[in-house]
């Protein structure tokens, strides 16, 4: 106490000193030589009485004490790893485990039930027409009277149903008493097989209901059919913006868990007959199967005529991981292929079977399944010497999937034949709507081996995704942004052409230009949740099934034929998602400590959950969220440049990929605060695969102060003090401005529902201190044995009694666990909260009434706060907030204690300095400007606790308060010496920078908040120059830029007499509505004052932009002159359009380098040779820049922080093409069985009813005629 009533009255007489009248100096002459010691002094006086402030305020010596009784514990990063793994591997047993049931449950009931008529009136819960809560009464839509048919049907309406809003399932409403269906859009609920499918399901709402009762951490659960529709649990509101895309079958989950991986050649036939729809229809096929493509498969597009041709020229003689990224490059590409001369079949064939033989040969891409699909408009014969050569004799380990396109095709039987002849399906294809449907027949034809040998159900797991309808959308909304950017363009020229031309609107679309090259935010992604998600086949059991097919008897002859077949039907994917929130949570982070973490990697490499997974832009998806590289989130500093990682690096992922344990030392570099931050360090790795899954854990741990951690005494047990101190609760801890963690995992009630985490943690410190306590044990998963009553095979039979059957759909029933505590969280939290209670007393009660209203009326409104490792946060405001203002509090705004910035920085300036306190401001930067007259400064101080011969970081305390007193204080000090040089009328001026290069005051209060590289660049570089700081190049792998779009299609036409009319038609009505508009413009010209000679309206200012000539003369008359200024304004009115790209970006952001800093700092000014003095403000991280203003300031560049594109010769798709990555192929592989050739379906027709001919080729005529 003594000591910091000492340090107060230190303090207060610094500050009366500092108040002196500084008018006395201003008769010095300006011109006068400043000196470096007198610099010096302002350093040393400004960092003392900032720190002997800091030392009064945050009570640190006191927050020290509070630790003593504290024990430090060795880190050991194998046992914690491994300890983890464990913990995730029994989550995700339970999760399999309820799959499992739900498989077992739904092959039963198919068995059972699948054949029984479905009643007339039969009702379901459709997802798409449920209310939600205090919606209206749902508007059903009625057929209007000249859709009326005669067969018309009216459908019974779907089920009704309360939805409730559940925290669990992310605030949606739901009812978990059943489950709802959704039916994709290209889907008829009411088709026999759909509507079959759909009744007999509804008998797993038992099983979902009770997996959730068994494990109340279930998410979501469904069961995907292979007719379409998806079975979910629980109900709830499907909802669709603007329109539904979602189809389960072609979602992770369901592909990788229908068939093994697979290699994919697509040969799409580009002969001149292939033109028009038929074109169309080929590309939307090609894009159904990429559609159908993991990240475990391999694929490439060829198209053919004469030749054969990759469509993306860098992935010749290759195949490509089916990755986001590549998928959409391939897609792109599609666009511009030309249909010309004839298909030469035998060369296309032969080129894909021998890239395939490669690949098989190698043991490269899939390694599994190999299938090559044919899309074509028609075969001369069916190629048989080819498939005797590369497939036959090899027993056939190619598929041959073959896609015949066009309605008046007569001869099928070859098409037909090349699938059927080996081991694939033929599919006829008229129409664009039909493809999606038909497309995915070969997902249930590479089912065929897994579900014949019917004893193996694969467990999937899928790489992270989000909880849309589809990735696609992702370009869509990116799409809307651009146009109701465009129509806000236009909406404001025509509401004010003089506003819209004005400086303020010409700023406003440069910071739009800006945050397109690549200044967007990346933060805010609250409304993705990511996710991974387990899931397993569901076979039929049935042998054989009386089927209908339509058989070609002649060239124009179709009969149905029914009889029956043997089958092996996929009836679909059961599965379940698993929040990446709920195994975050099992990570433990407060045993792995400050600025280390905890991630995952899958067997590809990819990122599944890493704290830098940055996956949305401007609240979009990335393009290729999904697909990044652990390497390119773990930045290694090896100063190589971008893209080309050393052999260390390569062998230290590949050993993680092969889930070997292991550990390594690595120098690395990481960013901070939204890439505007940089530092080097030196961390430990530790690594372990989780068993029976594609995933490995690693851990990083900081080399030096990661070593040790701090646990509570054992003597310190919650329970055991609670009882001895007469049931009282700990919660007497934590009164009054406390947060904890959000992110952690203290204590979870599955059954009750809190307002915050803290409410949620009081009311278990409440249950702690009752006698009859426990803490609650880790749930596991119940035994699963494969042969159980009511699942018992033999010779593929399905065998036992309807009793045992049922008995065994309601088994496995397990007793719900009521809540869920991290036992050492708690205790660690506990004792936090019961050694810092005195936080909660204010300054005022340790110092005398007038000593503080002293200090109040000096700094104005302070917080003192105190964030533990246990994820506590305490604060205190002075003085006290009487009523709440619209500024959170400090531990509302910061609750996330060893995750904040500050508390990271503070801790890693420790080993700087361990007496220093770290500050900060906000940044001000074009992507968020800061307002300076709210802008608070920030100071943060890490606390260590050791025993002698170890320490670790116990807490972190520090203040916040108003910046325009510190920068008083500053303008103070600086002012009390034999010259003036920052005082307004003298010609010094001085900055004070933190560690990082970020201005944190300076005369122009502007500059708060901004690079000095960008005000100063001249003495910048000079600093950086003289190794003051030290430039870390940092590689943004994650980025995205912005392409232009193309509007136009570079593909040739087949020119027809047809579309020579159409083309006079287009010419006759544009070359009318031009002649309408020049007449009706020059009448109101000529009518109008000098004023309105220069509105043009949008559409016009559209059409002029487009068609004027840029070779206008400029020396024409005023009236061309009027013309051209109006083509000049109307550029600025249009956009470009542009489509979201993955790419690299590189910059350089700076760090001050400590080694023989003084040597650096303490040189003398050269007049305007070096203009400049630089010192470290003792006790802090701030440098103070005093710069001669005397001196002209040299033209030198400014120095950027921003993020640029790096520059590579190819596309980046190509680039990791080129130089691929290692991975490990997945474990399970099942691709033949001796049973499959006693199938004999493979393929049916398109073809439409006869009395529909006419209307379909009216339609085509008028949407040929649109074109």
Same mark, same amino acid.
């Given at each position: ?146 859709? &009326? ?100 079958? +072609? ?36 894009? &159904? ?17 004469? +030749? ?49 033989? /490669? ?35 090899? !027993? ?75 990735? *696609? ?49 990346? %933060? ?19 042998? &054989? ?85 652990? /390497? ?11 893209? &080309? ?51 490995? %854990? ?16 054992? +003597?310190? !047990? ?24 959000? !992110? ?98 204010? /300054? ?42 619209? *500024? ?255 790419? !690299? ?123």
């Amino acid at each position: 106490m003594c000591n910091r009533v000492g340090s107060f009255i230190l303090l207060l007489l610094l500050v009366f000193l500092d108040s002196r009248d500084c008018s006395a100096n201003a008769q010095h002459d300006s011109t006068s030589k400043l000196s470096l010691n007198t610099v010096q002094s302002w350093a040393v006086k400004l960092g003392t009485e900032l720190y002997h402030f800091g030392e009064f305020i945050t009570r640190k010596k006191e927050v020290q004490d509070s630790f003593k009784s504290a024990q430090i514990e060795s880190r050991d990063g194998e046992k914690l790893v491994q300890s983890m793994a464990d913990d995730i591997r029994a989550m995700m047993e339970l999760k399999i485990s309820a799959v499992k049931r739900i498989v077992e449950a739904a092959e039963n009931m198919a068995f059972d039930k699948q054949n029984e008529p479905v009643p007339e009136d039969y009702q379901f819960y459709n997802s798409k027409e449920m209310e939600e809560p205090y919606e209206e009464a749902a508007i059903r839509t009625t057929a209007e009277p000249e859709f &009326n048919l005669e067969n018309w049907i009216v459908r019974p309406p779907t089920k009704s149903a309360h939805l409730q809003l559940n925290p669990h399932f992310s605030n949606i409403p739901v009812n978990i008493n059943f489950s709802s269906v959704h039916v994709p859009t290209n889907v008829y609920a009411w088709a026999p097989e759909v509507i079959k499918g759909i009744h007999w399901s509804e008998g797993l709402d038992t099983h979902f209901l009770n997996n959730y009762q068994s494990d109340p951490t279930l998410s979501w659960q469904y069961f995907g059919s292979s007719t379409g529709f998806m079975r979910h649990y629980p109900a709830m509101k499907w909802r669709a913006d603007p329109v539904d895309i979602y189809d389960c079958r +072609t979602r992770a989950w369901y592909m990788e868990a229908a068939a093994s991986p697979k290699d994919v050649v697509i040969l799409v036939d580009r002969s001149g007959s292939m033109t028009g729809q038929r074109r169309d229809i080929a590309k939307h096929v090609v894009t &159904n199967i990429l559609d159908t493509l993991g990240n475990n498969d391999f694929v490439n597009v060829m198209t053919f005529a004469d +030749t054969v041709e990759e469509v993306v020229p860098c992935f010749e003689d290759s195949l490509v991981q089916a990755t986001l990224g590549n998928l959409r490059e391939i897609k792109l590409a599609l666009d511009n292929f030309e249909t010309m001369e004839i298909a030469n079949f035998s060369a296309a064939l032969t080129r894909a079977f021998e890239l395939l033989e /490669i690949y098989r040969n190698n043991s490269g891409g899939a390694n599994c399944n190999q299938a090559i699909m044919l899309v074509t408009d028609g075969v001369p014969y069916n190629y048989k010497e080819l498939f005797e050569k590369y497939n036959w004799k090899y !027993d056939t380990p190619v598929r041959v999937f073959t896609y015949l396109i066009g309605r008046e095709v007569a001869d099928v039987r070859e098409v037909k034949w090349m699938a059927c002849a080996n081991r694939g399906f033929y599919v006829h294809l008229s129409t664009l709507a039909e493809v999606r449907e038909r497309v995915l027949e070969h997902v249930n034809v590479l089912a065929r081996p897994l579900v014949l040998q019917r004893e193996k159900h694969p467990v999937v797991w899928t790489p992270v995704y989000a909880n849309i309808t589809d990735p *696609k959308v992702a370009d869509y909304l990116w799409e809307q942004r651009e146009r109701a950017e465009q129509k806000e363009r236009f909406m404001s020229q025509r509401r004010d052409k003089v506003l819209f031309n004005s400086e303020q609107e010409q700023d406003r679309r440069w910071r739009i230009t800006q945050m397109k090259q690549g200044q967007y935010s990346e %933060l805010g992604n609250s409304q993705y949740q990511l996710m991974t998600s387990v899931s397993m086949p569901v076979y039929d059991l049935r042998h &054989n099934e009386n089927i209908t097919e339509n058989v070609l008897i002649n060239e124009a002859y179709w009969v149905s034929v029914t009889k029956e077949m043997r089958i092996a039907k996929l009836l679909g994917v059961a599965g379940t998602d698993v929040p990446l929130s709920e195994i975050q949570a099992l990570m433990t982070p407060y045993k792995i400590g400050v600025n280390g973490y905890a991630f995952i990697v899958t067997n590809n490499g990819y990122i599944l959950i890493h704290p830098d997974l940055r996956p949305v832009f401007q609240q979009i998806l990335k393009p290729s969220y999904n697909s990044v590289d652990m /390497i390119e989130v773990e930045l290694f500093d090896d100063d190589r440049t971008p893209r &080309n990682f050393s052999m260390e690096l390569t062998a230290f992922r590949q050993e993680i990929i092969d889930q070997r344990t292991g550990n390594k030392v690595m120098n690395v570099k990481y960013h901070m605060e939204d890439m505007r931050r940089a530092s080097r360090s030196r961390k430990h790795y530790f690594w372990t695969g989780i068993a029976d899954s594609p995933f490995t %854990l690693v851990i990083t741990i900081p080399e030096n102060y990661g070593r040790h951690r701090i646990t509570p005494p054992p +003597t310190d !047990d919650i329970h055991r003090l609670s009882l001895t101190s007469k049931n009282i609760s700990a919660r007497q801890y934590l009164s009054d401005k406390w947060s904890v963690h959000p !992110d952690w995992l203290y204590c979870r009630h599955y059954e009750r529902t809190f307002s915050s985490p803290e409410e949620e943690l009081l009311y278990f410190l409440e249950r702690v201190a009752k006698p009859g306590w426990r803490w609650p044990a880790k749930p596991r998963p119940p035994e699963h044995h494969k042969n159980k009553p009511g699942h018992e095979k033999h010779n593929g039979e399905y065998k036992g009694t309807p009793e045992s059957r049922e008995r065994g759909k309601t088994s496995n029933a397990i007793p719900r666990n009521e809540y869920y505590c991290d036992h050492g969280l708690m205790q660690a939290l506990v004792y936090d909260a019961r050694n810092t209670a005195w936080f909660n007393k204010s /300054i005022s009660e340790s110092a005398s009434d007038e000593k503080a209203g002293e200090f109040i009326q000096r700094f104005g409104y302070i917080v003192a706060f105190l964030a533990t490792h246990s994820g506590l946060t305490r604060w205190q405001t002075h003085p006290p907030r009487e009523h709440e203002t619209e *500024k959170p509090e400090f531990g509302k705004q910061y609750p996330r204690a060893i995750d904040e910035v500050w508390y990271r920085r503070a801790v890693e300036h420790h080993y700087v300095d361990p007496l220093s306190y770290v500050y900060s401001v906000q940044l001000n930067t074009e992507k968020v400007p800061l307002n300076v007259s709210a802008a608070m400064v920030t100071a943060a101080h890490a606390v260590f606790h050791g025993d002698g011969h170890r320490k670790t970081p116990a807490a972190v305390v520090g203040f916040q308060f108003k910046h325009e007193r510190l920068r008083e204080w500053f303008d103070n000090i600086t002012c009390t010496c034999e010259h003036k040089p920052c005082d307004e009328t003298n010609d010094w001026d001085c900055y004070l920078v933190d560690n990082n290069g970020w201005i944190i005051v300076s005369k122009d209060t502007n500059q708060t908040g901004q690079f000095f590289g960008k005000i100063r660049p001249d003495i910048m570089t000079r600093l950086i120059e003289e190794d003051v700081y030290k430039p870390i190049h940092v590689v943004d792998y994650q980025a995205v830029c912005f392409r232009e779009k193309k509007t136009t299609n570079p593909a040739t036409m087949l020119i027809t007499p047809l579309e020579n009319l159409r083309l006079v038609m287009a010419w006759f009505i544009a070359t009318t509505f031009w002649v309408y508009n020049s007449i009706t413009i020059g009448l109101a010209q000529s009518s109008s004052d000098s004023y309105d000679e220069e509105y043009v309206t949008p559409t016009v200012a559209y059409q002029n932009y487009e068609n004027d000539e840029e070779t206008d003369d400029l020396s024409m008359s005023k009236p061309h002159t009027t013309r051209i200024v109006e083509r000049d304004f109307e550029k600025l009115v249009l956009i470009n359009r542009t489509r979201p790209t993955p790419c !690299d970006r590189e910059m350089f952001l700076y760090q001050l380098d400590y080694k023989n800093l003084d040597e650096k700092l303490n040189k003398p000014s050269k007049a305007c040779e070096r203009p400049f003095y630089v010192q470290l403000v003792n006790y802090t991280n701030m440098l103070l820049v005093v710069v001669n203003g005397l001196c002209r300031v040299p033209d030198v560049p400014i120095i950027p922080v921003e993020a640029t594109e790096v520059q590579y010769n190819e596309s980046l798709p190509c680039l990791k093409h080129m130089h691929p990555l290692y991975r490990k192929q997945p474990v399970s592989c099942i691709r033949n069985h001796t049973e499959e050739s006693n199938i004999d379906m493979c393929g049916r027709g398109s073809l439409p009813p006869t009395k529909l001919w006419i209307v379909f080729g009216l339609l085509s005529t008028f949407r040929y005629i649109a074109m």
